[in-house]
């Protein structure tokens, strides 16, 4: 078998957890990619996959918890993970100059997540050599 | 008041089906009459045999067999939707009845929801 | 084996509208791999695919209890789904 | 044209709002009814709709806040609003008491919805003549 | 007007499985209200419903730049839907 | 790299394919290239006279016809989905081509992406 060129990753998750299992299908992909030697450029979280970056997602104990497990594999391989900040604000997500702005009385994103524009995405598109999406199911 | 719960939305992929289920439980645990259609795609709730630890979920199938028991009245599956997806009753967890009509069944409630 | 020149990832049951237009843009070369609920295509009587090499990622179907029914579908674990992302010129999530 | 029985509706949202139209739909059913002398008995938030009670929500001011304008009409009528704790928990929507058992910095249940169980829609479905559900399209 | 055993309330495009099961439950004294995404069944080329009363929410109607095609559906505002539901013996949502 | 962003979902309904019009203007206002395609009932997006007060949102039919401004290199609209929506040339927005065959402009793309 030939040997696989290593390849740069961006990933898009447009699916949100407790609705698609598009952060659980992308997040195997993720390890396995960084496992097989390939890196990722960035996550990028967009439309209803922005709820995957909230620190109050607290489903039941014996459930998986999908955005502390992709917080903890952001931060050890050390992957950014962008919530697009058009899709994060409608939907209740914010980050602490978005909450200082909204005059809200916390901010709920989960660090290592980081709230930034489309720009982030199309970065992405540019700088890595492949682009998968995860969107959710039906 | 009878209530049927109409689940047409396959495991796994999505939570609908499975918040559904949740509330056929609910409506049992309080006593109100109520059972469940699986139509569509949603009839691969009702497969033997799933093996979820690889997707990190819990697997549906015991609660289903385990759905009399919470005093749900009956489990439907569509006949039509079971031969599209080739289930026959042996390969479906029990205390499952097959429905030539679903849309007989949905006249014969008072309330009707569906999964998401 | 020949390259693949594109990756169809498709994640949606036979019924969704999407899957039926990602079944009728494959082209020869191309691969689909069938993710989430679309495993469940390896058990709907769906028409095969003349040209088109299929692969089922396994975690899935085993969760859809469908290990019996693979038919003509190579199983893949995410370390293959990767490689297959990697090898492929294009790749389209559906 | 014979007379219209009045009505007690439970009204029960499972669409998000920015990602479905059911919290409109919903919206202007619920007005209307009320205009016609029907009355709500409740409103049931289940699964992706919990995210209409979120205290977060920021959309672009040239659009329609939909968690604002339900709870406006939720208070001018004095209609309860139920989010299910279930759903909420796992998509990170928590009120004061779930703030403090998850050690979190805030609730971002948006005021006057309250989290309960589906006790609450169990009730609602017993004690209304209408119950009508608002899914999320596509 | 003979009084609607079920209101059937559809909020989805055609291409969804759960509109092609709606269609298929139909029974005569139904009556059927497209909204939301339901009303571009009034522009796709669907087959009519004998003996189905058929009606479609205005507001998405005219979102949809539907105001030229409506046919045999009748157009209702949110306070006829109301007095719908409130007329019907039961109320599905699909 | 040329990217389509396909867009197969009515407007108003959901969210998704507004926002991967967003992503167009984006990679346009990056002077990226960039095409949309309308299909399934996405061509719904296309029709004139899109009148949205009544449902509270904005009509996206401005921003379409703006498109070509802004640097999206080309707006298609799948043949067979007009048909079956009976949409014509003249009942879109302006700039819009009809594409016969949607596979072979997925095929001369490098970067495709789905509405959501």
């Not at chain 1, 955005?67 to 409608?90: H, M, Q, T, Y």
Request: charged share 15%; aromatic share 8%.
């Amino acid at each position: 078998m030939a040997a696989i060129q290593l390849q740069n990753y961006t990933l898009v998750i447009t699916g949100a957890p407790y609705s698609s299992q598009a952060p659980q299908t992308a997040l195997s992909f993720a390890r396995s990619a960084i496992a097989a030697g390939h890196t990722l450029d960035r996550v990028f979280l967009y439309g209803d996959g922005v709820h995957l970056a909230s620190a109050f997602s607290a489903p039941p104990s014996d459930e998986t918890s999908w955005p502390a497990e992709w917080a903890i594999f952001l931060k050890d391989n050390d992957i950014p993970g962008v919530a697009c900040v058009a899709s994060a604000l409608r939907r209740g997500l914010v980050n602490e100059s978005e909450q200082k702005r909204y005059e809200l009385p916390a901010s709920n994103l989960l660090e290592p997540f980081v709230i930034a524009g489309l720009g982030e995405w199309v970065e992405g598109t540019m700088a890595s050599s492949r682009v998968i999406y995860f969107h959710a199911g039906g | 008041m009878s209530t049927l719960i109409v689940i047409d939305q396959p495991p796994y992929g999505t939570w609908a089906g499975r918040e559904a289920l949740d509330m056929a439980f609910s409506l049992a645990a309080f006593d109100q009459p109520v059972a469940l259609l699986f139509t569509g795609a949603g009839v691969n709730w009702l497969r033997k045999l799933q093996e979820t630890s690889e997707v990190e979920q819990k697997s549906v199938e015991k609660n289903l067999s385990a759905a009399p028991i919470f005093g749900v009245e009956a489990m439907y599956a569509d006949a039509a939707a079971c031969v599209r997806y080739r289930l026959t009753l042996e390969d479906m967890v029990a205390g499952v009845v097959m429905s030539e009509s679903s849309s007989d069944l949905l006249n014969q409630y008072k309330h009707t929801a569906f999964a998401g | 084996m020949t390259p693949i020149h594109t990756l169809h990832i498709l994640n949606k049951a036979p019924e969704h509208p999407r899957s039926v237009a990602c079944m009728g843009a494959l082209m020869p070369g191309d691969a689909l791999l069938l993710t989430e609920n679309a495993v469940l295509a390896l058990a709907a009587q769906c028409s095969t695919l003349a040209g088109i090499r299929v692969y089922a990622l396994a975690p899935d179907v085993a969760a859809r209890g469908l290990g019996q029914c693979t038919g003509e579908a190579a199983l893949v674990d995410y370390p293959a789904m990767v490689d297959l992302t990697a090898q492929a010129q294009n790749v389209i999530s559906w």
